[in-house]
């Protein structure tokens, strides 16, 4: 089974601190992506990377950053924390395979309180 | 720019019902579409992914299919179960951007 571990379920931090969100795969998968999920808005897609040290923007990028040194993990860096980047931040990856993507399969996410 | 919306919002059966959910897309150029479950509090979990030039796939009592030109897909659950209860996300993976583009999910309790 793919195990896609997200390093802490719960995190408080404070406003201006700079916070690191990581995530490991053990499936050597290519693809690998960052979401932020909240109520009314469903999941936005931060960041993604398609290879080691590669990255792409999502559609909320701001106010984020990220680091893929090595295929298994991909850290979300947070540069200077504000309140409303609280929120359920969920980790993914996925391989292709015959030019196909195949699932995504997600962390079990960290939930961030900034105060 | 493409936009996903599943209805019903939340969805209350009594256990043993049949079932459909809907997920409807506006752009019809999509690589694929996949189906999610998610529990309280917990990540994501893969249930079915359709590629672009597939009509529907199963797994267990799960049967989603996708008509692109409509722009719609609806996951069929049979014979369904109280720990069927979670919320269930239809996302595409958009031929423009290659990003998945999720709805909004549906509610779905079994009651027993």
């Known amino acids: 089974d793919v195990k896609v571990t997200q390093s802490s379920r719960y995190l408080v931090k404070r406003t201006g601190e700079k916070v690191f969100l990581e995530c490991v795969q053990d499936?050597?998968?290519?693809?690998m992506f960052w979401y932020r999920q909240d109520p009314g808005l469903g999941l936005r897609l931060i960041y993604f990377?398609?290879?080691?040290?590669?990255?792409e923007k999502g559609d909320i990028p701001e106010g984020y950053s990220v680091s893929r040194e090595k295929k298994e993990r991909f850290s979300l860096i947070l540069e200077s924390a504000s309140t409303n980047q609280t929120s359920m931040y969920l980790c993914?990856?996925?391989?292709?395979?015959?030019?196909?993507?195949?699932?995504?399969?997600f962390g079990d996410g960290t939930r961030l309180s900034i105060l | 720019k493409q936009e996903v919306t599943q209805i019903p919002a939340a969805l209350s059966v009594p256990e043993g019902e049949n079932l459909v959910l809907n997920c409807s897309f506006t752009?019809?150029?999509?690589?694929?579409l996949q189906w999610f479950r998610q529990d309280p509090g917990k990540g994501l979990t893969s249930l079915l992914l359709?590629?672009?030039?597939?009509r529907e796939q199963t797994s267990g009592r799960l049967n989603a299919s996708l008509d692109k030109s409509s722009g719609r897909s609806t996951l069929y659950i049979a014979a369904s179960q109280p720990g069927d209860s979670a919320t269930y996300l239809c996302?595409?993976?958009?031929?423009?951007?290659?990003?998945?583009?999720f709805g909004q999910g549906t509610e779905l309790s079994v009651k027993p």
């Open positions: 993914a990856s996925s391989f292709r395979r015959g030019g196909l993507d195949q699932p995504q399969h």
């Open positions: 499936m050597d998968h290519e693809n």
């Open positions: 990377s398609y290879d080691v040290k590669m990255k």
């Open positions: 752009d019809s150029a999509i690589y694929n």
């Open positions: 359709i590629q672009s030039s597939q």
């Open positions: 996302a595409v993976r958009d031929a423009q951007g290659g990003k998945l583009i």
